[in-house]
């Protein structure tokens, strides 16, 4: 947990750094409210969501976008201070913080079981109205998944910035 103080306390301290996280999650929150609902409207998502969004949606929103913007400003960070991505490292963490709460409301799922089809015949018995029920029915969950899948990824990249060379708290 020192490696993410550390990490936080020198993201605090640079100007890019505080630029980056606010611009981020000025941008992410907003996406992310008008996305959570989406089960509730039927798949749609935009600004008709908002008047949907419960408290604990909200609440996942807030989450992901700051722990997204928070691992997006590391980044930044890390690469501005010369450090190299290597494989599953930044980016490949903030791929999987971003697309995994779209995963659960959006139309991505038919899409890719769709696309799948097309390639697979044999794919086309995979029923998406099944798939979509089992998200929705388990949406809490798969939330919380999301919300530790971008955690890990601002911790791993928090502590590869305390740990760095460009560390200057250290």
């Known amino acids: 947990m ?7 306390r020198r993201l605090w301290q640079e100007p890019a750094g505080r630029w980056t ?3 981020a999650f000025i941008v ?3 996406l992310y409210a008008a996305t959570l609902p989406a089960s509730l409207t039927g798949g749609h998502i935009g600004w008709v969501s908002l008047r949907l969004l419960t408290p604990g949606q909200a609440l996942f929103s807030f989450c992901l976008a700051a722990l997204l913007a928070l691992t997006l400003a590391i980044m930044v960070l890390l690469v501005r201070g010369g450090q190299k991505a290597s494989k599953g490292s930044a980016t ?4 999987v913080a971003f697309f995994a709460p779209l995963l659960c409301c959006t139309p991505l799922i038919p899409l890719a079981l769709g696309a799948l089809a097309v390639l697979f015949p044999a794919a086309a018995g995979l029923a998406p109205g099944r798939i979509q029920g089992f998200i929705a029915t388990h949406e809490f969950g798969i ?5 530790a899948l971008s955690f890990t990824a601002l911790w791993q990249n928090a502590k590869r910035l305390a740990q760095g060379p460009a560390c200057a708290t250290r």
Request: aromatic share 10%; charged share 10%; no cysteine.
């Open 21 to 23: 996280a606010g611009l």
């Open 2 to 8: 020192g490696d993410l103080l550390t990490a936080l």
């Open 143 to 147: 939330e919380l998944f999301a919300v």
């Open 28 to 30: 992410l929150f907003p």
């Open 92 to 95: 490949g963490g903030a791929l």
